[in-house]
């Protein structure tokens, strides 16, 4: 596509019809030719938005409910996990603390394999409805 809302041809026809009609029909060309301008250019406008991405629904207040309850689990567990590897027997704080070493890795993995696979999900779930639309 050219810069230009309308091919040189066009703006070309338009200025002869301009000249050949004469003054009494200037105002008359020189609408028409605005209306040609203002439909290109809405119809540009028209497309560049269908191309452009569609902005996300705030959360709402069960998704902001469930992340609270979350972050409440969260924060119990961290809590048990600090009082499990520092109460006790000194021996054995090594030993806790390489478990919830492994426990820790173990967790954040899952989270990111769900992660990854909840954002392929999604991404083909916008491919199939790019396709489809």
């Known amino acids: 596509m050219s810069d230009s809302p309308l091919a040189p041809e066009e703006i070309r026809a338009a200025a002869a019809a301009h000249h050949d009609l004469g003054p ?3 105002d008359a060309v020189v609408a028409s030719f605005l209306e040609k301008v203002d439909r290109e250019v809405a119809a540009r406008v028209d497309a ?3 191309t452009m991405r569609q902005p996300v629904a705030p959360a709402s ?4 409910q469930s992340t609270l309850l979350k972050g409440i689990a969260i924060g119990i567990g961290v809590s048990a996990m600090t009082a499990f590897v520092v109460g006790g027997n000194p021996d054995e704080r090594l030993h806790r603390m390489l478990w919830l070493l492994l426990i ?3 967790l954040i993995g899952a989270a990111g394999a769900a992660r990854a696979g909840r954002r392929i999900r999604s991404r ?3 491919r ?3 396709l489809t639309g």
Do not use: H, N
């Open 24 to 26: 009494e029909y200037s």
């Open 48 to 50: 560049r938005m269908a």
């Open 61 to 64: 207040a069960d998704s902001r």
């Open 104 to 106: 820790f890795i173990v």
């Open 124 to 126: 083909e779930a916008d």
């Open 128 to 130: 199939a409805r790019r």
